[in-house]
């Protein structure tokens, strides 16, 4: 077509598609919008950009800050991770589920190998004291290895003379609402807050911080003692080392769990295992719940008091839910077949949350549960959880140093909130 066209204007247009050949060049290889949460970029990043050969150095890291809506899968997919390695990672978190409902401001440290193909390895920083590696093993497979650093918890106490509801005078004194509804929870069994409280009565209120030894905050926070003082009677909640509110006698303020988390009983068909060895690789791949072997859509209880705080249906432990409850308690249920509550849901010992299934990763029908004290995974069928009411007398003198403890930091704001009341008081005349 060009050769028709007169000479200058053939040269003319030879130059204009010259010039857009290479505007076009310019933006193919203009590297890729860095975005604001990328903090690091790995080594070789810009070698990979304009195709050089990248040298065989250290292996490349890249940090990734959590953003609200994320899911692993669109993170993966914006970092140009193959689909492979998101499988095996997500598999390897099966017994963690820690992936699977990341909360922003938590970060991911995403280890490459020294070409910048393979990811070699995935961390999770929970906070400053936990994270969760997620190392490749083989080609498909993925293993998990948690490092925990010890923390310890300090403590503050909060106080108020209640004027209003209860709800009121502790959000006076700084209290937050999950605290709040914490406290109304621990003593659900003994008082009323509506009924019971007048104004005049007081609080108090020992809440716990945890620190990594150096003094990093995780963001965990818990109620380690409660005092009401409602018409002259103190009502004490101390927490134990067993995850459970106890009063100043070492009764239990809660309801008893439930052992099991159905009506009937069924066969174990797998124990809870921290040492069980995976029956392909032979490597130790642990067991976070017990498997009950029973039926498709056999009626799936909570084992006690709580809220529903996620539901979720994963590929490998399929349809699950998970609640907290009183102290340090959270029960998980996998491989469900229908969901019956949803998440922010209150549910009482012994409702029915779900249909058991087969869903997910899964050999054969059956229900995974898990128990958690203090976010740790214990053995449901063995644990030292509240089933009875009250502590055994061996756990008791340890249970009373504690409460002593606590019990003396109460009486502190008391005497505080007395001092307070004699001074605002009206002036004798
Ligand atoms: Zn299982």
Redesign the pocket.
């Known amino acids: 077509m060009l050769k028709h066209w007169p000479g200058p204007h053939r040269l003319a247009l030879s130059t204009l598609f010259g010039l857009l050949l290479l505007v076009a060049t310019l933006i193919a290889l203009r590297p890729a919008p860095v975005t604001g949460h990328l903090v690091h970029l790995p080594d070789g990043w810009l070698a990979r950009q304009f195709s050089l050969p990248v040298s065989p150095t250290q292996p490349a890291e890249q940090l990734y800050q959590v953003k609200p809506g994320d899911t692993l899968g669109g993170i993966f997919h914006d970092l140009g991770v193959d689909h492979a390695a998101l499988r095996g990672v997500l598999a390897a978190d099966t017994?963690l589920l820690a992936l699977d409902l990341l909360h922003p401001g938590q970060q991911l440290l995403f280890t490459f190998d020294s070409d910048h193909s393979t990811l070699t390895r995935l961390t999770l920083i929970l906070h400053p004291g936990h994270r969760i590696h997620y190392h490749r093993v083989t080609e498909a497979l993925f293993e998990f290895e948690e490092a925990v650093l010890p923390t310890h918890w300090r403590q503050q106490t909060y106080a108020g003379v209640i004027q209003g509801t209860f709800y009121q005078t502790a959000r006076d004194a700084g209290l937050r609402d999950r605290h709040i509804l914490e406290a109304q929870r621990i003593f659900d069994e003994r008082i009323n807050f509506r009924r019971d409280l007048r104004a005049g009565d007081t609080f108090a209120l020992v809440l716990g911080s945890e620190f990594t030894e150096n003094d990093e905050p995780t963001g965990r926070r818990r109620i380690e003692g409660v005092r009401l003082l409602a018409r002259g009677t103190a009502h004490n909640a101390f927490l134990h080392a067993d995850g459970n509110y106890y009063d100043s006698h070492g009764e239990s303020l809660n309801r008893a769990f439930l052992r099991y988390p159905t009506v009937a009983r069924y066969r174990i068909s797998?124990p809870f295992n921290l040492r069980r060895k995976h029956p392909v690789t032979g490597r130790v791949a642990p067991?976070?719940?017990?498997?009950f072997a029973m039926p498709i859509g056999t009626p799936i209880l909570s084992t006690g008091d709580g809220v529903v705080i996620r539901t979720g249906n994963h590929p490998f432990a399929g349809k699950y839910v998970e609640i907290e409850h009183h102290g340090a308690f959270k029960t998980r249920y996998?491989?469900l077949d229908h969901i019956l509550v949803g998440r922010g849901q209150h549910v009482s010992r012994g409702d029915r949350i779900a249909l058991s299934g087969n869903t997910g990763r899964s050999t054969g029908p059956?229900l995974?549960?898990e128990l958690h004290v203090n976010n740790r995974p214990v053995d449901p069928m063995t644990a030292d959880i509240p089933m009875a009411q009250r502590l055994a007398d061996a756990e008791l003198d340890d249970f009373k140093q504690r409460a002593a403890h606590l019990a003396a930091l109460l009486d502190r704001s008391d005497l505080r909130l007395a001092q307070r009341q004699t001074r605002n008081a009206p002036p004798d005349t």
């Open positions: 017994e797998s067991h976070h719940g017990v498997d996998l491989h059956h995974h549960f």
